[in-house]
């Protein structure tokens, strides 16, 4: 498997003093840290505390309305060819008719998809894609065919396909069963570790990313931070975020999980 190419020594992302409003009501303010590139990273807040806002902020749809954002030490949206995006609920916006490889391939070519004939490049570069999320057996079945977890799965493989640096996912998790949830955690694990990409997940429950995620950016009291993992997952930072009794144990096999109520 091979990947992108080495990326530059610039953080994946750069947030110095950052503050965002919409309709003239502040969402979070003064914020500023930093994730390396190649981390693994979650980002966690209550409803209504501005993920969303967040992630439109770093894809340079929404403009700070203080402070300066970098992303891979660019201006946001200068660098939105090196993101691949993952939106929550995916396949509600695919046309269920097409093949699972042309639902991929829209990934590449975009607003090209239905002019001219597909080069074997490009075929070359959904192959691929479609080998490192594993679903290279289902590429000429339909979407309405799929189940949740092979949907997912071919979600990845079109924002993989055009090798980006970084992958941001809107919950990817949220509608697959444990089996499925595991599996494609797996998934992003090995894309992490074999092709150095950023990894930016959004998520209401981080157990099943426990034992991959580097680190945390969280939403609370106004502010949008950045920290190691040991040092959001604790109960009383949780339980202070969700405004529910949250508490942070332990398996017998020494793994983290977390639990509401107690």
Known sequence: MSGPES??????????DVSVDRGGRTIWSESTFRV???????IIGPNGSGKTTLLQVILGLLPPSSGTVRVYGRQPGAANDEIGYVPQNYDANANEAIRAS????????????????????????????????????????????????QRQRIALAGALVARPRMLILDEPLASLDLRNQHEIVAVLARLKRDLGVTVL??????????????????????????????RVVDSQLLTHMYGTRIQVAHTLQGELYMRSGG
Request: hydrophobic share 45%; aromatic share 6%.
């Open 7 to 16: 990326v530059e020594a610039a953080p994946a992302l750069t947030f110095d």
């Open 36 to 42: 390396d590139a190649g981390s693994f990273v979650a």
């Open 102 to 149: 042309d639902a991929v391939l829209l990934g590449l070519t975009g607003r090209r998809w239905g002019f001219g004939r597909t080069s074997t490049a490009d075929r070359r570069r959904v192959d691929e894609a479609l080998g490192w999320v594993d679903a290279l057996d289902i590429a000429d079945r339909r979407l309405s065919d799929l189940s949740g977890g």
């Open 201 to 230: 997940v959004v998520a209401h429950d981080l157990n099943p990313l426990l034992t991959v995620l580097d680190s945390a950016i969280y939403l609370l009291d106004g502010h949008a931070h950045h920290a190691a993992l040991d």
